[in-house]
């Protein structure tokens, strides 16, 4: 059953360093989409992306964050200089042409220190 | 600011019986409805979907839904302990967001 990866599985790093998050969706699917997880609180919408750019963001994601799709597989989330509150579990959806289903991955936790 | 809201519990609720979950949202243009499960430590599974309003069927699951009221529930028959776990309720209108609600806590007591 198509599935979609993340890794790391965990990352740490230390505040003011750069992180990439890697992601790679259903290989048919056409949206994709990365949350965040702080522990114990709410799953958080970040970015959508659809045709190559962004097609919606969240007031969370500031100019300290990009997405990527380098090439046909990959889809990327950077942090460009971590803070402490970055702290959270990351996770990376893809979602088909028939706009229903959403598959997250396992997820990603960084650990900004 | 678009909301999504839940009680976050936790649920208590007997093994074989009714858990009812519920859910409210503020944004009125909201086109469609999601639960997912999440157990501690992994990521979301969607365990339903509802567009229109009115009551989705799938196995043990209900998806219920009113429009006018801004709200959306989930029903599991028959609970079982493997269905203890976080539920998550999502929403997604007119643009490309999907909220999420915090979520609540169910506990199926064996």
């Known amino acids: ?53 962004i097609s ?29 509150e970055d702290s959270a579990m990351y996770f990376c959806a893809s979602l088909g ?3 229903n289903e959403q598959f997250f991955g396992p997820g990603t936790r960084l650990t900004v220190l | 600011q678009k909301e999504v ?6 649920l208590s609720v007997p093994e074989g019986a009714i858990a009812s979950l519920n859910c409210t949202y503020s944004d009125r243009v909201s086109q469609s409805f999601f639960w997912y499960r999440q157990y501690s430590g992994k990521s979301p599974e969607l365990i339903m979907s509802i567009y229109s309003n009115g009551d989705k069927e799938d196995g043990r699951f209900t998806a219920q839904l009113n ?5 959306v529930s989930l029903l599991i028959r028959d609970s079982q302990p493997s269905d203890s776990a976080t539920y998550l309720c999502a929403v997604r209108g007119r643009d490309d967001k999907i909220i999420f609600g915090k979520g609540t806590r169910l506990h199926i007591l064996p």
Request: charged content about 20%; aromatic content about 14%; overall charge negative.
């Open chain 1, 1 to 53: 059953e198509p599935e979609v990866t993340q890794t790391p599985s965990h990352q740490v790093t230390q505040m003011g360093q750069e992180v990439i998050l890697r992601c790679v969706p259903i290989s048919n699917h056409l949206y994709f989409y990365w949350y965040r997880q702080i522990l114990g609180q709410k799953v958080e919408f970040l970015v959508s992306f659809y045709n190559n750019e």
């Open chain 1, 56 to 84: 919606e963001k969240s007031e969370i994601f500031d100019d300290q964050f990009s997405v990527e799709r380098p090439d046909g597989s990959n889809f990327t989330l950077k942090i460009r200089s971590t803070k402490l």
């Open chain 1, 97 to 99: 042409s028939s706009y």
């Open chain 2, 5 to 10: 809201e839940q009680n976050s519990g936790p």
């Open chain 2, 67 to 71: 429009k006018a009221s801004q709200y």
